[in-house]
């Protein structure tokens, strides 16, 4: 079975300080790896994925992403936080199979406080 | 396009009575996925439809549930009766999978159940 962990619950940074949430999966296949954000009272947000290719995955709002096989990470990054980067971030992993929609795992969320 | 449209945004309830939440997805998405977020058991699966078909719905916590998509504009989740632990938020959620690999997300429906 799938499966994804995100150790941290909370993560604290200084505004313009880098920032990274950690995001680690288990698949038995090639993994489909994805980075969502839930602003108060809303709906995720897509900001980044993986499927093949680079490594280093650019998304929205200049976060980037880095697919590490060998320690099956994806930890979300952004060079510089923002105060308004502040939200519930979700790290998903999908058996990345052609054929149709593969079941999404999501992980149970990180909290980032950006402080000013 | 305006995204995933979900109603109502909020829904207080009493206990017994039923709850009907609805979802219109995005225009040409293939699948419809029902989500249910709470702080105890984070965001669960319920049931995801396939060109207007459901295909798994495993995620579904009693028969007290039930969801349906008669075309693909429209797709509506029940409950009855609706009790207090069905209290969370709920989101639906639309995907042209093969196309962009991405879950568009509504605003949600928050349901309080008193």
């Known amino acids: 079975a799938q499966s994804v962990a995100q150790p941290e619950d909370q993560v604290n940074v200084a505004e313009g300080n880098p920032l990274t949430v950690k995001c680690t999966y288990s698949v038995s296949g090639n993994p489909y790896l994805f980075w969502y954000v839930q602003y108060p009272n809303r709906g995720l947000q897509f900001l980044l994925k993986?499927?093949?290719?680079?490594?280093l995955v650019k998304g929205s709002y200049g976060f980037e992403a880095e697919f590490n096989k060998s320690q099956t990470s994806f930890h979300l990054k952004k060079p510089s936080a923002l105060v308004s980067d502040s939200a519930l971030y979700f790290c998903?992993?999908?058996?990345?199979?052609?054929?149709?929609?593969?079941?999404?795992?999501f992980g149970t969320g990180t909290k980032l406080q950006v402080i000013p | 396009d305006a995204g995933v449209i979900q109603s109502p945004r909020h829904e207080v309830t009493e206990m017994g009575q039923e709850v009907t939440l609805r979802c219109k997805p995005i225009?040409?998405?293939?699948?419809l996925f029902w989500y249910r977020q709470t702080m105890m058991r984070g965001l669960e699966l319920l049931i995801y439809f396939n060109n207007n078909v459901p295909i798994d719905d495993s995620g579904m916590p009693e028969d007290r549930f039930s969801a349906k998509m008669p075309n693909a504009s429209f797709s509506t989740l029940k409950i009855q009766p609706s009790e207090p632990r069905d209290s969370a938020v709920y989101f639906c959620?639309?995907?042209?999978?093969?196309?962009?690999?991405?879950?568009?997300f509504g605003e949600g429906s928050r349901l309080t159940v008193l």
């Open positions: 959620a639309s995907s042209f999978w093969e196309n962009t690999g991405e879950l568009f």
């Open positions: 993986y499927i093949t290719g680079d490594n």
């Open positions: 225009s040409g998405h293939d699948y």
């Open positions: 998903a992993v999908s058996e990345g199979v052609s054929g149709g929609y593969q079941k999404v795992t």
